[in-house]
């Protein structure tokens, strides 16, 4: 049985690769790490799209085009704002996407990574009751996020969530890239394509994660006694999020580095302290995921210290989906032109496995 789709080979990619024996990530023929901190986002963006749209900018037009789709953005979604904040985070951000125009132009594109740096700010700040911060044209992508979402973004955090976008701009053929490629298969526009991998993104299996990840954290500390709180947990048949992955049997590569940005945060003493509590957690859950799941490897995934690294930079944990998103967004945007460059609707088949009509005589 098909059950999940297990190493079944579904596309054929020129975007990222997931070796999950040996724990690397390689992204149109660059390791992680050779991206993760050394690259912006917006070059990063730009790597992902070569080939995919006519006219490439180079690396500093395509950081100004983005910018200029974040103020195009803004006013455009700004007369509905006030409708969509009652809505969860999540589904507020989803809602204000699906109104952009559904083409497949570098325009259309570039509308749709702005738009999660955007509205997740923007929803955050009039729950709180405050007044939405315009962006700034001429800032740098994440900079722009961080000050839209808190006023005032320092040089090191702007660079950390910049090193987080990065870091999951894409991977392989996860559910979302997937659904996302499904959608594009059926030659529709980029933003019916997008909307797809939104929802693919949001359950816990996936990018739902790192919010409960604080959770679990913040259940532990008050336990005072992690080992304990993590057993119980899995005698009660629960998952421990932030660990394991359909791919890797190894270590998730994005794992450490991530956990590398929150080391060079972790100056500031409350995000030091936050990580070594982590740290001591996450060992206490490997060995007892060991223990309990020994017939599997199951070892630490991205979202763990993507929750360290997104509460350190300022995001409150319900908007830690969207900031994947945020990051997830060029991936799938690439992804849906190479699927649309194809030609070839995606239509696998289903087994029957119901009842079958009686035969009229
Ligand atoms: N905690 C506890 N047990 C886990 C586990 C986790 N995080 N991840 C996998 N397992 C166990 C399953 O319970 C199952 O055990 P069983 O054989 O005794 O029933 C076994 O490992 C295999 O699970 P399966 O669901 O087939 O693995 P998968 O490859 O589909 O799992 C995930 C991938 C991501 C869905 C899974 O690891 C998970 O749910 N992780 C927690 C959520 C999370 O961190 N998501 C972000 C992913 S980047």
Redesign the pocket.
Known sequence: MAN?L?DVVAADTVLSDVDGVGGHLTIRGHSLMELAGRRRYAQVVRLLFDGFFDDPPSDAELEKAIGKARVEVFDRVQPMLAQLAPLDIYSGMRAGMAVLPDGDSLADALRLIAAPAVLTPALLQLGRGETPVVPDEKADHAGDMLRMLSGAASPALAKALDSYLVTVCDHGL?ASTFATRVVASTQAGLTSAILAGLGALKG??????PG??IEMLDAIEASGDATAWLRK??AH???????????YRVR?PRADALKAVVRQLGSRSETGSRLAFAETVEQAALEV?RI??P??S?QT????YTALLLEAVGFPKEAFSNVFAAGRVAGWIAHAREQQATGRLIRPQSRYVGPVPDLVA
């Open positions: 999940g297990d996860n816990p299996l996936h990018g739902g994660a409960p990840v947990e899995i048949g629960e998952r421990i999020m932030g660990f394991g992955h359909r791919i998730d995921l309990a799941k017939q599997r199951i995934n991205v979202e763990f």
